[in-house]
């Protein structure tokens, strides 16, 4: 970088850079004098350097009745960004605690009609893991986002490299499709029969996904560490006690 963008990089750029300059150059000058060799206009040049005063880098003195402005050693520069590392350095605790307590809130997204379902099922494509927890109701799958669009997303999951564990129950599979796949990537348990999942659920990284039937016609991702480890845990005690598929 050269000079210039130096300075700017210290938030010096532009006019300020100009009227900056100028009083260094100058050392000790009327207003007036800085601001003509700053190029700049006498209302102007008097904004600039009472910012430049606020920032310690000059200050404005009085000699024979006339405004002057003195320009500081550019030391002052390295002391002002020590103060700022100094006073961050006191502040960061305070500051990341209340950025860890907005962090935390749970963040609930909802999504209406078709559009929306794939929109809900598509995040699930982001999960940092690479390991999916699923729910599948298949005869809501088949009639929304139906067969198509579904196996369009499990071509996109073999691609990213995702796998998933899913749960069925027996009575929804109204069709031989999706069946357990090393290929695709999918390991498939059936529930026992006294456990009806009627509703499709995705759970990855800190997020659980639903799906609702078409008659409902909504998706909702809700993104809170605390509700992904519930079901998380719900998930695997009814995969623990369900048949895997060909048995």
């Not at 700053?38 to 102007?44: E, K």
């Not at 129950?169 to 357990?180: F, H, M």
């Not at 059936?190 to 009806?196: E, F, G, H, S």
Request: aromatic content about 8%.
């Amino acid at each position: 970088m050269d000079f210039e963008q130096q300075l700017a990089a210290l938030g010096v750029d532009g006019k300020l850079y100009q009227a900056y300059v100028a009083a260094l150059e100058l050392g000790e000058a009327p207003v007036q004098m800085v601001a003509k060799k700053a190029g700049l206009g006498r209302t102007t040049a008097y904004d600039l350097l009472a910012r430049l005063e606020k920032d310690g880098l000059i200050e404005m003195v009085e000699r024979d009745g006339k405004r002057h402005v003195r320009a500081k050693d550019p030391v002052v520069i390295l002391q002002r960004l020590e103060m700022q590392r100094q006073v961050m350095g006191d502040l960061l605790p305070q500051l990341r605690s209340i950025y860890n307590r907005a962090k935390s809130k749970p963040d609930i997204r909802f999504y209406e009609g078709e559009e929306g379902i794939r929109t809900v099922l598509w995040d699930t494509l982001t999960c940092r893991s690479k390991n999916l927890r699923g729910i599948l109701s298949m005869d809501d799958l088949l009639e929304t986002p139906g067969q198509a669009a579904f196996d369009q997303y499990i071509a996109e999951r073999r691609q990213r490299g995702i796998h998933l564990r899913v749960l069925r129950s027996a009575v929804k599979d109204v069709d031989r499709i999706w069946p357990q796949s090393a290929a695709e990537l999918r390991e498939l348990r059936y529930a026992p029969p006294a456990v009806l999942l009627s509703m499709t659920t995705y759970i990855y990284d800190d997020k659980v996904a639903f799906i609702s039937s078409k008659k409902e016609n909504y998706g909702m991702i809700f993104q809170s560490e605390e509700l992904s480890r519930l079901h998380a845990a719900l998930f695997e005690g009814i995969w623990a006690i369900s048949t895997p598929a060909g048995e």
